[in-house]
């Protein structure tokens, strides 16, 4: 008991977390029903414990994950007591991901706030482990881009979930923490027919992103450019975003896959932020989950 596993194919959605309740929990059933291993969702404020037990409840086999708990926001000695009480109910399929966040996000609430990152995890992960119940290290990930993050989920957590990366971080995650530990990387998508389309949709929201220290950061050690980061490039946006159509998306999946990704999560980017990609889910599990 204690240890989740992970494989297949799974959703990363917002909607899932902060759209209507009611189309969440339907939402939920069928992707699971489509054949979607897991429900990731965000934590950007909020009852985050809700809304992952109203998802389990929908569901009966799919995990589902934080991706991530924002640790400045949670207790943990609030996060592993609801982790028992939905592990008790819901069997062995809250996956905790956890995550230290970005200076600007924790800062613009409450200044000075970020700092020691590390640190700060190692503490919160002490927490989870000195509760009663604790949650397990194979109940619980890291988002985790470098060495030294991963270095500590892979002493301390089940694995790493690394959003915003493109398959070659996924190599160079998976030689770095070697076999056993899941390696579970996020992978944006846009079905589209065109680069104009992909971009019109696409742009803006990854430069919100790139404007993330952690993020722009990570990509400077994987070899862009400043250039690259600062200009959006075509080469940074092919990289990062899988855009086209399904066999084109499945190919970029299945390059995370031989990379060493023991799980993949797709985000589906549509015009409508808001909205439940639900067309676009059906369309890609064809061929992300067979």
């Known amino acids: ?23 969440a929990a339907d ?29 389990l409840a929908a569901t009966r086999r799919a995990v589902v994950a934080t991706g991530i708990l924002n640790l400045w926001m949670h207790e943990p000695e609030d996060a592993a007591a609801a982790h028992a009480a939905l592990t008790a109910e819901h069997g062995d399929r809250f996956l905790m991901g956890i995550g230290v966040s970005h200076a ?51 002493a301390r957590s089940r694995g790493v979930h690394p959003y915003l990366v493109p398959p070659e971080h996924t190599r160079r995650t998976r030689e770095s923490l070697g076999e056993g530990p899941l390696v579970l990387p996020e992978q944006t998508v846009i079905l589209c027919s065109t680069r104009d389309e992909a971009r019109a949709i696409g742009t803006d ?9 952690n993020y722009a950061n990570n990509l400077l050690r994987s070899g862009f450019s400043s250039e690259d980061v600062e200009s959006v490039s075509d080469r940074l946006f092919d990289a990062l975003i899988a855009w086209g159509d399904e066999d084109a998306i499945r190919r970029r999946v299945d390059d995370h896959r031989d990379a060493g990704a023991d799980h993949v999560c797709v985000q589906v980017l549509t015009p409508d932020e808001r909205a439940f990609p639900r067309d676009q889910w059906r369309r890609l599990a ?5």
């Open 27 to 55: 939402a939920a059933a069928e992707l699971e029903e489509l054949g979607y291993t897991a429900l990731w969702v965000p934590d950007v404020g909020g009852p985050l414990f809700d809304a992952v037990g109203d998802l």
């Open 286 to 290: 064809a061929a992300l989950t067979a």
């Open 205 to 213: 929201w990854l430069r919100g992103y790139l404007s993330l220290p």
């Open 1 to 23: 008991m204690g240890v989740v596993e992970l494989s297949g194919t799974g959703v990363w959605s917002q909607q899932l977390r902060y759209g209507d309740r009611a189309e």
């Open 104 to 154: 600007p996000l924790v800062d613009a609430q409450e200044a000075g706030r970020y700092r020691r990152p590390l640190a700060a995890m190692a503490a919160f992960l002490d927490g989870l482990d000195g509760a009663r119940p604790p949650v397990p290290a194979g109940s619980r990930v890291l988002a985790a881009l470098g060495p030294k993050m991963q270095a500590t989920a892979k």
